[in-house]
């Protein structure tokens, strides 16, 4: 079992940067692919960033490929998500996933369903 609990969110001016965290409980930690979504007001979650078990390999969204950045630490049982050069459109509730037996370039907003855990969120705000 995984308890996943999401920080780091708030309001940033656009071409700003914020990181998010996601801290992990639970034995199996490095069993489980970790991904980040988000829902924006009105809109359906959407596949964000996701790294692999051993952070060996990652996938993106097109629309953040080199502004963000996953990342995860095993040892510390906690996942990161580097975000620079924030846009207006970025603005959105951030979700912490933790998925088993996904292969890094599987993960999609058509996986939400199928992801096994799910952390609360938070809040990223952009301002223009």
């Known amino acids: 079992q995984v308890q996943l609990v999401e920080s780091g969110g708030g309001l940033v001016q656009a071409g700003g940067s914020l990181r998010l965290s996601c801290a992990a409980s639970?034995?199996?930690?490095?069993?489980?692919?970790m991904g980040w979504f988000r829902q924006a007001p009105g809109k359906e979650r959407e596949f964000v960033a996701a790294i692999s078990r051993g952070g060996s390999s990652t996938y993106y969204k097109d629309s953040v490929k080199g502004r963000f950045t996953i990342s995860r630490d095993n040892a510390k049982n906690t996942a990161l998500l580097q975000m620079n050069s924030l846009k207006p459109e970025d603005t959105a509730v951030y979700y912490c996933?933790?998925?088993?037996?996904?292969?890094?370039?599987?993960?999609?907003?058509?996986?939400?369903?199928?992801?096994?855990?799910w952390g609360k969120g938070t809040l990223v705000t952009v301002s223009s």
């Open positions: 996933a933790a998925a088993y037996g996904f292969r890094t370039s599987s993960w999609s907003s058509d996986a939400v369903p199928a992801v096994d855990y």
């Open positions: 639970g034995r199996a930690f490095s069993s489980y692919g």
